[in-house]
């Protein structure tokens, strides 16, 4: 009973909420705070994104970037945050089976698909997959193991028979999206297997490759939810609606992240997978 009581005055306060925010209410939850444990795969929207919610609010915005996989573990560790907003589904399922998470929370935000990000000048001329395998080429990843953008480029030369060709020439794994991408941006690397939004965070330096259709395997998605360590449940609910509302998804949109499923598949073939989990294959 009491539980239930808990989740009756969350809605009654999340209503409240909605309601403030739809009128022009004038920040209805100063004083308030939120703790989220991010994956760096949506690092620019997400702080804007936070930015504009905590001017409209009053909500302090506490944000933590990573690795998914190392912000799930601080999470786990410290036991603090009210959400968990990885950079694909991997992740989150791995924070369901250890119950981090409160699963009918989970929402879809937006959708990534892997590409092949080079400096904006491009200097090894790299054209496409095969071209990592080319002698001489400096080739970046994320560590498959703790980051979604490094498990996805496992997942895309395990799809298309290139890992034998390619991992020699892997020469660095960066800890988050974030760092990936700024192998390329920083001419440390001559490409990284990223995300195609990763030129839209720095276009001036950096460039993106699309793979034909036939070489993505798997569509991706940046999931949020709810933290079993949530304190402030009627909060966390408002900031994942205001993600998913016209003006949150405009934010993303603006940095060109995919706001459905049809666009997506505008890069891939029809019945190309979406979401779910992948598992590491041995040896990486």
Known sequence: MEKRSGWLVAAAVLGFVTASLAAGGDRPLA??????????????????????????TGCRMLLHFGGSGAMLSQMKLTRRGDLYFPGSSDFMELAKREKLVVPET?????????AINVPADNPKKIEKLEDLAKRGVR??????????????????????????????????HAESCEKTAQLVALGTVDAVLGWR????????????????PEQIPRIGYIPIAQSVFCRQPEVAQAFIGFL?????????????????????????????PVG????????W
């Not at 779910?276 to 040896?283: A, T, Y």
């Open 31 to 56: 004083g308030r705070s939120l703790e989220l444990f991010i994956g760096a795969a949506s690092k620019p929207a997400t702080e804007e994104a936070a930015k504009a919610f905590e001017d409209k």
């Open 106 to 114: 989970e929402k879809s935000v937006v959708y990534l698909i892997p």
């Open 139 to 172: 080739v970046g990843i994320a560590r498959p193991d703790t980051v979604c953008v490094g498990l996805y480029a496992v997942m895309v030369l395990t799809h298309n028979k290139l890992v034998e060709q390619v991992k020699p020439n892997i020469v660095t």
């Open 197 to 212: 939004v990763f030129q839209y965070w720095n276009p001036e330096k950096i460039k993106t490759i699309m793979l034909p």
């Open 244 to 272: 998913l509302s016209k003006e949150g998804q405009a934010i993303f949109r603006k940095w060109n992240y995919l706001a459905s499923v049809e666009e997506a598949r505008k890069f891939t073939l029809p019945d190309c």
């Open 276 to 283: 779910g989990e992948w598992p590491l294959p041995k040896g």
